[in-house]
Every structure is written in structure tokens, then in C-alpha cells.
């Protein structure tokens, strides 16, 4: 019997799916997803029934057509050995009928429990990873590159009349080819199909009035059989069907890559004989991926004055020379870009390779995010030694540290290093953002400087002469707000730091200042997602100055022009504060 008369009568049921998805061969895509074990039941006891039980076997590719494997339940090994004496299994060996398997599975009727195989996950170079609670799944990375999700599945399942869950184990086409390959094997399904059929005219006229077709014929891929039964047929079948063949999915190689700017094709040879500085550019989401993933390490560094953003992984491999030029550019040389990292991320870098003539359009003077960020940072140091200067004249102790959170000593020495506040904020900022990416970013903003204790505040206000009362229930945004009033009154009139102290509450502490204005707008940005307020927060944005019609194209500038106004509002605390202390 042919394949075609095994699917004429299943292709009369919708949920043959699955039996046709179990017989058909795998395609060459790296990307697909393999099933190689499943164990799974729909309405068991009802007339919808379908039941598989299925796992994949290592067959040697040599020629032959693979046989009818045998398992219990789609079990690798069932029960435990009846032990009758010292040494009576010492030469037990799991296997399907001789053969090796993908994943490793037992049961004994009640529970059964699903592993990737040792062999696989050793020769593969894999490390698993448990997600638990409800899920118990078992995920196989391989982190040398680093790879997630080569391999997942249902660590277990228990049945008391019906199982307790689905299991269903899928692998990667690329690391499933490759450890077949090793092997010299090819991967063969053995699985066990039970559906209950409808009664349909097609499938009447294929029964041709009898009451059971039994597929026997010596030598074939299948056995089994189809019956009345209840109203409809009742499908049970045992397959063995080969479904990957001993076959590697086509290299993704860097040689031969056509670089834009860059005349031929490139390999890894010519890029590492470029002495010459030839350079890429590319657009600065080639980024987000390593900064969306706590494996990697894209800190920015400062090196010679400019800013580096070399993604690196774990000491296995790092990007190196990566430069940012204007806002969304980054430069990296082509000997550089080649040097000593796995394919894959040299062919993401390809994909963000911009075209020179893209490239002539950008401003390469433009600030990018990296650098606001770090004028931000700037600027919060700068508060904290000036308050901490400011609150020793008053008799406060204090450090710039506790006041803002960052030690500038630490800063000098170790870049960001301890500061992943700083990083995030930094993130990739394209000119097409969205808006509740900005408005997360608006809150990280807010975040950074929020540490500014406000009792420090408070106590200095105090001693300006401001009545405790007043100030009592003031927030930091406020208390900031009556600061600067506060020093560019004294800058104003010349004063060195002991004017501070006075017994009178000094005119016009309370005022609105236009100078701080943008991180009252900030602060709204923050919260205008959870308080559906986006509308009016945009609109003070216009008040201050900024064109919202930009926005249609998205927040990217809206993101600019508040870092910016952010950062001003502190240097208008800095300034005269600085010039105050300065005069003694």
C-alpha cells in the first residue's frame, strides 16, 4: 500500500493535520522548528479522539529503507528492570529497537518523564535551562555563540485516565541536521496515530462496504488498520517515515558578502588584509539585539573622545572599533567587523549596513543618545558635589554620592561600568520611535535622578529661611523649583555660599520658573501612559517650543528635545550655584 491510499482516507478529517505534518519530510530552512517527540491526546473518550504518540530515532544513512520501529507508548525505555540477581543488567542500554534517539523518555503507564538525549546535547555542546512553576519545560541553549532555544519540550507528564498534559519536544533544524550528520544518521519518526474519522461520502466510498481495511503488506512503511466504530471509523496506525535526511542546512558564511561601499565580494581573508581603513557604516539598530539581552555586554565607553558601542559576549567573542558618528550612525572598519566573531553576527551586521549614499544624507555633527546621556550625567555629578559643598556650609554632611547616586571617582575610572541606569537610558533611540517607548524612556529619565533626597532639600531651604511648614509636603520637582529661585537670587546680587543662612523667608522662593520647566514635563511624560494623559503632556511640550507635528513620523525628536530641556534645567541649577560657592 502507497503513501497516497494511507492519505485518501485522512484527508476526509480536518485533523489529519497532524498526521500529515509527522509524514512529511523537513525542508533545508535553518529556521524550522523540528517536532521529534510528542505525546498528545484530544477528547480521548469522545468522538473528536486523536492520539499520538511519537519519537524520533537516529537511523544510519546507509541506503536503506528505514524499518517499522516498534516502542511502548512512544517510550524510549518503559518500566524499570526486574532485578533477580548482582550484575543482571550491566549491560542495559536504552535504545528504539537498536537505535538511538533525539529524546531520551520513560514511563510505566502512570508517569513518564522527557530529557534531550546525552548524546545530543554532549556532542552539540548544549546547556539546558528549567522554566518551572506550571510550565516544566526543559530548554536547551547553546551559549558558546550564543544560540536559545535549540531545544525545548514537557519535562513530564503523569495519566489517571487521561494524561495530565501534552508533551511535545521540538528541536532546531540546523542543530538537528548537524548532529545527524555527525552521527551519519537520518532522523525516522516512529510514532503511533489514533483518530476516530467521520462518516463522510468520500470515506464510505473509499471503505467500499467494508467493515475494516487492514494495512499488512509485507515490507511497508505503516501497518495498522481503520474500522466502524461508533458512528465513524476508527484509525490506528504504526509508522516509520524518514523525515530528515542526512543533510547539513546550507552554511550561512560570511565569505562572498557584497559590503555597501565596498568593491567585490568580501571574505575573511581580503577583510583581514584591508589595511587600507575602509569603513561600514550602519544604522544603529544593528544594536538592539545585544542590548535586548542581558547575555551581552554593550556598555558605551569613552575612548580619545569618542563613543564606543562594541557589543561583546561573555569573553567569547566582542565586537571591537564600533564608533558613533551623528545620531543613528555607527562606523566600524571592515578588518574590524570580520575579527574574530561567529558568522552569524557579522551577517546581522550586514543586514544594518547602509549604503553611502544613505549615508551622505545624515548629520554626522548630530548628538546622539550615548552622549545626551552622558551630558545628563554630567550635569547630576556637578549637582551633587555642589550640594554637598553647599550643605557643609550649612552643616549638613553629605556626600555628592548619597545626594545624586553616582560617585564621580567611580565614573573616571570605570566608565558605566556600575551604573546600568545609565546604559538602558542610552539604549538605541531611532527617529521612528514609538510612543510608548518614549514615554518608558521619559520615565527612565525620571528614574536616574529621582534618588535626590528630599529631606537634604528641605534642610537647606530651611536654612534660607524658608518656614518648615511650608515646605513640608513639597516634592523633589518643587523643592528643586524653590532652589533655583533661591540661587539665581543670590547669583543675582553677588553672594558668596554664607548667605544662605537667614532668619527671614526670602521673596519669591515659591515662584514658577520657566528654567526647570522640563522636568515638570518629564515628570508628566512619566506617568501620562498610566494616567491617559499623553494628550496634555504633549501639549506643554508644544508650550516649551518643540514642533509636535514631527511626531507623525515619530518620537525620536520628542525624545531629544526632552533630554535636552532636562539637562538644561539642571545646568540652571549648577550655574549660579557653582559661581556662589565659588565666591566663598
Known sequence: ?????????????????????????????????????????????????????MLMAVVPDDGQHPPIIHSDQGLVAYSTPVIREKGGEKIFSASVSGYDYIVASWGDGSFSTYHLAEKVWMALGLT????????????????????????????????????????????????????????????????????????????????NNRKQVVFDTPGDWFDGDIRESNGGYLLQLWAAVEVVSCALCPDQTTDGLVWPGIQGAVTHATANANMNGASIYLDDRFLERYEQNGFYNTIPVKVHNFWHCSPSYLGQWSFTDCRRVGRNLIQVQLRELYKGKPDREILHAHTHALDPAVVAKFDRNEEHIVSKVDRLLRQLLDLGDNLSQLAAVLGIEKSAQDLVGFLRADVEANGWLHYPQLAKLAQVAPLSMSQQAFLARCKSIHEIWQCLPNGVLKRVMQAAGVPRKRIADLGSLKLLESLLNLVQRLDDQEEASD???????????????????????????RIADAHDTIGQSIQKLQDLGFDTASMQHGYGHALDFVMDGVIGAFAAINTPLRRILERG
Open 499 to 525: 548667605a544662605f543662612n537667614c532668619d527671614k523667608e526670602p521673596e519669591g522662593w515659591d515662584e514658577r520658573n520657566k528654567d526647570i520647566a522640563s522636568l515638570f514635563v518629564a515628570n508628566d511624560l
Open 128 to 207: 539546558p535551562r528549567c522554566l518551572g512553576n506550571e510550565q516544566q519545560r526543559l530548554v536547551y541553549d547553546d551559549l558558546g555563540l550564543p544560540e536559545f532555544g535549540v531545544a525545548e519540550g514537557e519535562v513530564s507528564s503523569q495519566f489517571y485516565y487521561q494524561a495530565s498534559r501534552d508533551v511535545r519536544w521540538f528541536m532546531s533544524n540546523e542543530y538537528l541536521r548537524k548532529y545527524l550528520w555527525l552521527r551519519g544518521g537520518r532522523g525516522v519518526r516512529q510514532f503511533y496515530y489514533q483518530a476516530t474519522l467521520k462518516s463522510t461520502p468520500a470515506l464510505r466510498a473509499w471503505m
Open 1 to 53: 500500500m502507497s503513501r497516497s491510499d494511507l492519505n485518501q482516507p485522512a484527508s476526509t478529517k480536518a485533523g489529519a493535520l497532524h498526521l500529515r505534518s509527522l509524514m512529511t519530510p523537513v525542508g533545508m530552512d535553518p529556521a524550522i522548528q523540528v517536532e521529534v517527540t510528542c505525546s498528545t491526546e484530544c477528547d480521548p473518550y469522545g468522538p473528536e479522539n486523536e492520539t499520538v504518540q
